[in-house]
């Protein structure tokens, strides 16, 4: 008797499978999809991205490729990010943290950071998510549902702290501020997810500060220079999950960067 079971079988059950599993997504609450989506994102191979940065209304584009525990950017500014460490390119060809860079390069290159980072605080603030309206929007050609969730008070410490090295390695009234100088309960950070119900992966993120600045404890200068606080929006695109992500990693961004090269998702 021939056991090989035929393609259309074959086939179809696959497909029953995927239905099955999209079911399921489908089911899921606001703040169990989060953790499924972050955690099915976080298992794959790796994949292309874009960040979109705006620091007080500046925007800055780059391209990057994520391969496994490593992000690698193009454009605007050219860096390396493993864990929470970053490496960014300098004009002389150099490689340097981002309080080494400076100005629009030192701003920019303080922002960019792997996107399991912003992952992990998002799946921290899921307890809070909320679907945002009953149908799906089209991110990146696939049907998302749209997901938010506020951070803790916590986590706006961190953000606004982030905020402030960025303006200083801009040399761009960094400063003039420190985070006791923000009103922690007037500031708000929102987070934005949007997940597919269809392959439980994670298309696209947003991260929302507005730092209000407490005017009791300001200097005057700071609060007179920006008195509506300082704000940060990021936008991280997921897409073309396992596609080409062939990149080179220079010896001197290794040796920097430290840690063992191999292994899933950095072996060159």
Known sequence: MNRTPRLGAVLGLVLASTALAADKLEKLA????????????QKQQGYHTTLAIEVMQQPVSLDGVVRGDLLHTTGAVEAFARGKATLVKKSDGTWVTPDKAEGREGQMAAAIEHPNLLLALILKASKSAKFDGESTEEINGVACRKITCSADKEAKKAGVEALIDMRRNAGNLGGMFNASLFDLERTSLTYTIYASTADGLVYQ????????IDKNKSRAGAAAMMPGGLSLKRTIDFK???GELEFEVPPEVKAKLGGKWGG????E
């Open 240 to 242: 073309q999950y396992n």
């Open 205 to 212: 993120v947003k991260s929302d500060l507005d730092a209000a």
């Open 264 to 267: 899933r998702g950095v072996t």
């Open 30 to 41: 606001a703040p169990a999809l989060v953790a499924q989506a972050i955690g099915n994102t």
